[in-house]
């Protein structure tokens, strides 16, 4: 058990339905721990991604992005430009941890890749939810993916995990 594992007092993320609980990554660095809300499943936790299921929508917390400013998030997309995203880049601070955050609508294209170079790919029609992390001296990107109703539902929840989450510093 490691340090952070300890003072958070969470169990480690394990393949299938999760109850709601705090979890902690085995694998992905740097440890991070999340309370997570009943109904998602483990998707995939390796040294490149943690992802998360519910129904058609994927929460994926990786670390495609460098930096957490508009740049780095357009990094992160693949894009040249914000123009078209909605809503558009804009700040936000959760209680440990500051960055930026915006959508893409009519997602398509890569995302990440997991350790294995498994691209993990959105759907022409999907939605993007994506939020760059400057989380002490890492920076994270979290990324929420699925039709737009359901990314649109989705989000306070997600923002609601992120503004729980621990990021071990080491």
Request: glycine share 10%; aromatic share 8%.
């Given at each position: 058990?490691?340090?952070?594992?300890?003072?958070?007092?969470?169990a480690p993320f394990?393949?299938?339905?999760?109850?709601?609980?705090?979890?902690?990554?085995?694998?992905?660095?740097?440890?991070?721990?999340?309370?997570?809300?009943?109904?998602?499943?483990?998707?995939?936790?390796?040294?490149?991604?943690?992802?998360?299921?519910?129904?058609?929508?994927?929460?994926?917390?990786h670390k495609t992005?460098?930096?957490?400013?508009?740049?780095?998030?357009?990094?992160?997309?693949?894009?040249?430009?914000?123009?078209?995203?909605?809503?558009?880049?804009?700040?936000?601070?959760?209680?440990?941890?500051?960055?930026?955050?915006?959508?893409?609508?009519?997602?398509?294209?890569?995302?990440?890749?997991?350790?294995?170079?498994?691209?993990?790919?959105?759907?022409?029609?999907?939605?993007?939810?994506?939020?760059?992390?400057?989380?002490?001296?890492?920076?994270?990107?979290?990324?929420?993916?699925?039709?737009?109703?359901?990314?649109?539902?989705?989000?306070?929840?997600?923002?609601?995990?992120?503004?729980?989450?621990?990021?071990?510093?080491?």
């Amino acid at each position: 058990m490691t340090a952070l594992q300890a003072i958070v007092g969470v169990a480690p993320f394990v393949p299938g339905p999760m109850e709601a609980g705090a979890y902690y990554t085995l694998t992905f660095p740097p440890a991070t721990a999340l309370i997570v809300p009943a109904g998602w499943t483990l998707g995939t936790e390796d040294r490149e991604v943690l992802m998360l299921r519910k129904g058609n929508l994927t929460f994926a917390i990786h670390k495609t992005a460098t930096d957490a400013t508009v740049a780095g998030l357009l990094a992160a997309l693949g894009r040249n430009d914000a123009t078209d995203l909605s809503p558009q880049p804009a700040p936000f601070t959760f209680p440990s941890y500051t960055g930026i955050t915006a959508g893409q609508h009519n997602g398509g294209g890569t995302l990440w890749f997991d350790e294995r170079s498994n691209a993990y790919d959105a759907r022409p029609t999907d939605d993007i939810r994506i939020w760059v992390i400057r989380a002490g001296t890492h920076v994270i990107t979290a990324e929420l993916v699925g039709a737009p109703v359901d990314v649109t539902a989705a989000s306070s929840e997600v923002e609601q995990m992120l503004g729980t989450m621990v990021v071990a510093q080491r």
